[in-house]
């Protein structure tokens, strides 16, 4: 799973599709910890992060939303700026 950015000791991953299915989302790793967002309503659809990982990431994905989207659409992963 590549590695698109990492954090304050998050580190945000993507799947390629068809591999992974909708709605469009990263993982956050956090130590043990593990979330998946979803991209376009920023909430965790499933995982156990803590909720102050929780908070970064969303602030996170609110800054690169959209560069998100597009490398889900395209299927080309690429790396974006921490927070």
Known sequence: M???ARFYGIVIKMFFKPKEHEP???HALYGEYLGEFNIRTMEMIQGD???????LVKEWLSMH????????DRQQ???LPPL
């Open 2 to 4: 590549p590695e698109i």
């Open 24 to 26: 469009s989302h990263i």
């Open 49 to 55: 992060l803590p909720k102050k990982a929780q908070e």
């Open 65 to 72: 939303q959209d560069e998100l989207q597009s490398m889900w």
């Open 77 to 79: 992963i690429g790396k």
